[in-house]
């Protein structure tokens, strides 16, 4: 208890992790019904206002990974990918490689796919894909002999057999997963905590910012029992709901819509991109 008062109380907690507990109280006369408020203030810190990207730099869509080889399959499954269940599904979020009259060539991780013919691929040690919305994030796996896994596929992969609230265990372990970056990436960018920095999150350089999205399996500890990685943080991953789902939060936040496999984000419908939109896909049981 960090501090405790019957009228009103302010307290600065240094960075970290807080639990906040709200209760009624009560006098000689008996309990207070309220109202009672709430007020919660995360200042931006000077360091988040500060761009570490030289204004003007080139490769804003930067292709980083090339064409990347998928390792073998387990329990039978595609390249890439590992059974969970009764289905195959990637161990590593997606990339995605071009295809350009049959020839595969990179494509960056921080572009929109548009108009593109782009094929979902999974490996370890590349940048995954972000910028992507559902369509075209199906249609990516679809031509890879896939397609995006049901909210169902999904959240049993991350939970594992034991249905646990993490995809390591039944507790949250801090920097075990990407999960929990201090500045917001849009904030430092624009260098500015106003809001109007939210209505500009599809720019390319907002993943390619320092100790932000991280390569397929970069946090070891961040796996399943089955072997799959990042399915907390990193990136928000489709799944196939056609209303429009991404779950397991990202790079910044694995709490606000929930706690890791439990995040699900259903505020967007299909179309919606941005630098935190990524998927993997899943397959049919061989």
């Known amino acids: 208890c960090v501090i405790r008062d019957d009228r009103a109380l302010v307290a600065d907690l240094a960075a970290g992790a807080w639990w906040i507990a709200i209760d009624s109280y009560a006098d000689a006369s008996g309990p207070k019904p309220g109202a009672y408020t709430l007020d919660v203030k995360v200042p931006v810190s000077g360091a988040c206002l500060v761009n570490p990207i030289p204004q003007g730099a080139a490769g804003d869509f930067a292709d980083v990974d090339g064409v ?33 009259g049959g020839v595969r060539r990179g494509w960056s991780p921080y572009r929109n796919p548009g108009a593109a013919t782009v094929i979902a691929v999974s490996a370890p040690g590349v940048v995954p894909q972000g910028y992507v919305d559902q369509v075209h994030a199906g249609a990516a796996c679809a031509r890879a002999g896939k397609r995006l896994c049901t909210d169902a596929e999904w959240l049993r992969a991350c939970q ?83 209303a429009g789902t991404f779950r397991g939060g990202f790079f910044v936040d694995t709490t606000i819509n929930g706690n890791g496999c439990l995040y699900r984000t259903t505020a967007h419908d299909v179309s919606h991109w941005d630098y935190s939109t990524g998927f993997r896909c899943c397959a049919a049981a061989p």
């Open 68 to 100: 990347p080889v998928e390792p073998p399959g387990l329990g039978g499954c595609p390249p890439g990918m590992a059974a969970v269940a009764g289905f195959c599904i990637d161990r590593w979020e997606a990339a995605l490689v071009e295809d350009v």
């Open 160 to 242: 594992g057999a034991a249905g646990t609230t993490y995809p390591y265990g039944a507790a949250r372990a801090p920097g075990r997963c990407n999960d929990a970056r201090t500045c917001h990436p849009a904030v430092q960018y624009f260098q500015s905590s106003d809001s109007s920095v939210f209505s500009m999150i599809g720019h390319s350089c907002l993943d390619q910012l320092p100790d932000g999205l991280a390569r397929t399996g970069a946090h070891a500890g961040c796996v399943s029992a089955d072997g799959l990685y990042d399915l907390m943080g990193n990136l928000h991953e489709w799944t196939a709901d056609p």
